[in-house]
T-cell receptor, first 120, second 115 residues
Framework: DGGITQSPKYLFRKEGQNVTLSCEQN?????MYWYRQDPGQGLRLIYYSQIVNDFQKGDIAEGYSVSREKKESFPLTVTSAQKNPTAFYLC???????????????????FGAGSRLTVL | DQQVKQNSPSLSVQEGRISILNCDYT??????FLWYKKYPAEGPTFLISISSIKDKNEDGRFTVFLNKSAKHLSLHIVPSQPGDSAVYFC??????????????FGAGTRLTVKP
């Protein structure tokens, strides 16, 4: 079955530590994304990547870093510079938007099950 | 800046009745709108979409209505079933910005369908 796998599901971190959240997909999607969900707020985009070896900052990239060395993988590192890292993190993937035309329909994201990070 | 708003954090309906979930947006440039459904401990899954050239799209029990002049869309579920109990997210984006992901999500509405 194709899908997106995020790990770990739950993660606890001490202040000042960096942590890396894993995201792997076997959907052959070009584009991958990281979102953050906080209570009462919509999903906010952290980073995204349309192709291997390229990624772009989203709306709240400060304190985070990513890499895209393989098409299947898009790990997110939450650094000690992130002031308020406790949140639910969602990884997603899609066909790259540059492959789509208006007639081909909406850019549907496929999401992983999420990782909950708690800073102690 | 919240460009997509879901002003009702929760909604409760009786099984068999209609559920109406609402979403407002502020950016008139958005031309695609989507609804996602999320169960606890799972990621959101795509439910239904609509482009700005339409005002209605139907898929089984689910219908999305778009009112561009009011910058408002709604999701109707008829008839509602207990298995529909989940958090529903509204999302919107402008297709033409092909090299940038501008999809914006609302905060979600928790739907509870009571037997």
């Amino acid at each position: 079955d194709g899908g997106i796998t995020q790990s770990p599901k739950y993660l606890f971190r001490k202040e000042g530590q960096n942590v890396t959240l894993s995201c792997e997909q076997n959907l052959n999607h070009d584009a991958m994304y990281w979102y953050r969900q906080d209570p009462g707020q919509g999903l906010r985009l952290i980073y995204y990547s349309q192709i291997v070896n390229d990624f772009q900052k989203g709306d709240i990239a400060e304190g985070y870093s990513v890499s895209r060395e393989k098409k299947e993988s898009f790990p997110l590192t939450v650094t000690s510079a992130q002031k308020n890292p406790t949140a639910f993190y969602l990884c997603a993937s899609s066909i790259a938007t540059f492959r789509r035309t208006t007639v081909s329909g909406a850019n549907v994201l496929t999401f992983g099950a999420g990782s909950r990070l708690t800073v102690l | 800046d919240q460009q997509v708003k879901q002003n009702s954090p929760s909604l409760s309906v009786q099984e068999g009745r209609i559920s109406i979930l609402n979403c407002d947006y502020t950016n008139s440039m958005f031309d695609y709108f989507l609804w996602y459904k999320k169960y606890p401990a799972e990621g959101p899954t795509f439910l239904i979409s609509i482009s700005s050239i339409k005002d209605k799209n139907e898929d089984g029990r689910f219908t999305v209505f778009l009112n561009k002049s009011a910058k408002h869309l709604s999701l109707h579920i008829v008839p509602s079933q207990p298995g529909d109990s989940a958090v529903y997210f509204c999302a919107a984006y402008k297709h033409a910005r092909v090299l940038r992901n501008d999809m914006r999500f609302g905060a979600g509405t928790r739907l509870t369908v009571k037997p």
